[in-house]
């Protein structure tokens, strides 16, 4: 496998003699895949663990502001030796306020969804600014990846965003072993919903991207064994296989389809470490499968001054 993973792991004071020990730093990453499934009333989602190195962390999930969630993938933690605890890009994010125009992208994202790409870059930047040996990544893999999840103002309804981080890197001077990092603004990447006349089904993604794992929809698809006997089990489980068959997804009800997915996530998992959620506009975020870690309970600032007719260049959904 091509190592961002080795290559971000640690960094060596070879690199740069001169510079304090206290600037090297250590990137611990998170594989593994998250599944989300938009339902008629909901959206559920599932991630599932695939350590990189001996270091990895978890997928990590966090409350970004009232309608959205992100998981994340990649660099999400770092460790300064200086420094007693991680910093996690999961943790102390900025409050989000009203969309704000100077970080609209014509053509992008909406400045709502710009802006929460802007407080992660300025959260890494600093970060990987203290990488200075080349790092060797394919000319578009990420160094970190978001996936966002939530619903779109105006009444778009549910909507599932990729953000990805990439890194440019330059000589600064003579020596040629010691590189300058800067961070590249977001790319936004939208995963749902579909176009129009497109299949609704479940939303899979991984990091790398290379992991060999069928996706859950493929496997419903090819009446994998695990699946045939689960469809067998409880006819609530067939009616939700037989709607994502059929790219009515978004159909399904959403009690049997989180029943569905709990018990289809250890057939899935195996002996890795997984979670489960649940996000619907009512009710809000809720744990249906906590990580194994603590889960941060610090309390958020909503955000109750967001104009629900704030303009948007979302692709409005289909009836």
């Given at each position: 496998m091509r190592s961002l993973f080795a290559l971000l792991l640690v960094l060596l004071a070879l690199a740069a003699p001169a510079r304090a020990q206290e600037d090297e730093i250590v990137a611990n990453l998170a594989g593994g895949r998250?599944?989300?499934h938009v339902t008629r009333d909901a959206i559920l989602f599932a991630a599932i663990d695939h350590p990189l190195e001996a270091t990895s962390v978890p997928p990590r999930v966090a409350e970004i502001d009232r309608s959205h969630v992100a998981v994340f993938?990649?660099?999400?933690?770092?460790q300064l030796p200086a420094a007693p605890k991680p910093i996690r890009l999961d943790r102390d994010i900025e409050h989000i306020l009203p969309a704000d125009k100077?970080?609209?992208?014509?053509g992008a994202a909406d400045a709502d969804l710009e802006?929460?790409?802007v407080i992660f870059l300025e959260k890494l930047r600093p970060l990987a600014s203290q990488l200075h040996h080349k790092i060797d990544l394919k000319p578009d893999e990420p160094l970190l990846q978001i996936v966002l999840i939530g619903y779109a103002p105006n009444a778009y309804g549910p909507e599932v965003w990729l953000i990805e981080y990439r890194l440019e890197q330059n000589q600064p001077g003579?020596?040629?072993?010691?590189?300058?990092?800067?961070?590249?603004r977001p790319r936004f990447t939208q995963l749902y919903p579909p176009e129009k006349h497109e299949p609704r089904t479940i939303v899979e993604l991984r990091f790398p991207e290379d992991l060999q794992e069928i996706p859950l929809a493929g496997l419903i698809q090819q009446n994998d064994q695990r699946i045939v006997r689960l469809r067998a089990a409880d006819p609530k489980f067939a009616k939700v296989m037989d709607l994502i068959q059929r790219g009515q997804a978004n159909k399904a009800d959403t009690q049997d389809s989180a029943d569905f997915l709990r018990a289809a996530l250890p057939l899935l998992a195996g002996?890795?470490?997984f979670l489960q959620a649940t996000l619907s506009e009512d009710s809000g975020f809720h744990?249906?499968?906590p990580p194994e870690e603590p889960v941060?309970?610090?309390p958020k600032t909503r955000d109750k001054d967001h104009p629900p007719d704030a303009p948007t260049l979302r692709r409005k959904p289909n009836p």
């Amino acid at each position: 496998m091509r190592s961002l993973f080795a290559l971000l792991l640690v960094l060596l004071a070879l690199a740069a003699p001169a510079r304090a020990q206290e600037d090297e730093i250590v990137a611990n990453l998170a594989g593994g895949r998250v599944i989300i499934h938009v339902t008629r009333d909901a959206i559920l989602f599932a991630a599932i663990d695939h350590p990189l190195e001996a270091t990895s962390v978890p997928p990590r999930v966090a409350e970004i502001d009232r309608s959205h969630v992100a998981v994340f993938f990649g660099a999400s933690e770092w460790q300064l030796p200086a420094a007693p605890k991680p910093i996690r890009l999961d943790r102390d994010i900025e409050h989000i306020l009203p969309a704000d125009k100077r970080y609209q992208v014509v053509g992008a994202a909406d400045a709502d969804l710009e802006q929460i790409g802007v407080i992660f870059l300025e959260k890494l930047r600093p970060l990987a600014s203290q990488l200075h040996h080349k790092i060797d990544l394919k000319p578009d893999e990420p160094l970190l990846q978001i996936v966002l999840i939530g619903y779109a103002p105006n009444a778009y309804g549910p909507e599932v965003w990729l953000i990805e981080y990439r890194l440019e890197q330059n000589q600064p001077g003579a020596q040629a072993d010691y590189l300058q990092t800067h961070v590249l603004r977001p790319r936004f990447t939208q995963l749902y919903p579909p176009e129009k006349h497109e299949p609704r089904t479940i939303v899979e993604l991984r990091f790398p991207e290379d992991l060999q794992e069928i996706p859950l929809a493929g496997l419903i698809q090819q009446n994998d064994q695990r699946i045939v006997r689960l469809r067998a089990a409880d006819p609530k489980f067939a009616k939700v296989m037989d709607l994502i068959q059929r790219g009515q997804a978004n159909k399904a009800d959403t009690q049997d389809s989180a029943d569905f997915l709990r018990a289809a996530l250890p057939l899935l998992a195996g002996n890795a470490h997984f979670l489960q959620a649940t996000l619907s506009e009512d009710s809000g975020f809720h744990w249906v499968v906590p990580p194994e870690e603590p889960v941060d309970k610090s309390p958020k600032t909503r955000d109750k001054d967001h104009p629900p007719d704030a303009p948007t260049l979302r692709r409005k959904p289909n009836p």
